[in-house]
């Protein structure tokens, strides 16, 4: 059973274009993270949110506890935002037998010049 | 800054051989995760640590064990490696409180 659901799985954009990505969750969190991953591997945190809106840039991640849903935004986007985003919620039961993160399966992103 | 480092970015290894990943970490943290990252599968937890010397299984931990021997050393051990552990190996940490969490860089081991 997938507890995180994240749309679309590949998304091919124009610069400048504004991208959304989404990701809906079933499960209680106390936040969600949203990451991103370039070719090589290594990932970044680039937001931490438990509720509201959150804007870093030309990025802007969204969290709406009640409804189980975020969504991560890109404005004016740029091929250097060719990258895998991945949403990753935080459970709350530290210590206990899950870790405390669960992962959506990724977003690839390609913005073409 | 808070860093957590993997000891290799690139590794190849033969079938059989003894692996270890190491992570290290600089701010503290009581939490630390290895997961493993597969095309179509995404990220997975195979093992975590909160204190020294604790550890927990995650989803996968069939064919690894784990070290914790200082809270800011938290090595992941391929006893006997196989073709079907060549994957990408992330390291994370968090404080107890959580829940934000920080990533290594990553090592794509391969297993030959």
């Known amino acids: 059973k997938n507890e995180v659901e994240q749309s679309p799985q590949n998304l091919t954009a124009q610069e400048g274009e504004f991208i959304t990505i989404n990701c809906s969750y079933s499960v209680g969190i106390s936040a969600l993270h949203w990451l991103q991953q370039h070719p090589g591997g290594g990932i970044v945190s680039l937001f931490m949110?438990?509720?509201g809106k959150k804007k870093h840039g030309r990025l802007i991640a969204t969290i709406n506890i009640q409804e189980k849903h975020s969504s991560l935004h890109i404005t004016a986007s740029h091929p250097r935002d060719s990258a895998v985003y991945i949403c990753a919620p935080s459970l709350g039961n530290y210590g206990g037998s899950q870790g405390n993160l669960i992962f959506g399966k990724g977003t690839k992103l390609s913005v073409k010049p | 800054d808070v860093k957590v480092t993997q000891s290799s970015r690139y590794l190849v290894k033969r079938t059989g051989e003894k692996v270890f990943l190491e992570c290290v970490q600089d701010?503290?943290?009581?939490?630390m995760f290895w997961y493993r990252q597969d095309p179509g599968l995404g990220l997975r937890l195979i093992y975590f640590?909160?204190?020294?010397?604790?550890?927990e299984k995650g989803d996968i931990p069939e064919g690894y064990s784990v070290s914790r021997e200082k809270k800011e050393r938290f090595s992941l051990i391929l006893e006997s490696a196989s073709t079907n552990q060549t994957s990408m190996y992330l390291c994370a940490s968090s404080l107890w409180s959580g829940p934000e969490a920080f990533f290594g860089q990553g090592t794509r081991l391969t297993v030959v």
């Open positions: 640590s909160y204190d020294v010397k604790m550890k």
């Open positions: 949110l438990s509720s």
């Open positions: 701010m503290d943290h009581e939490n």
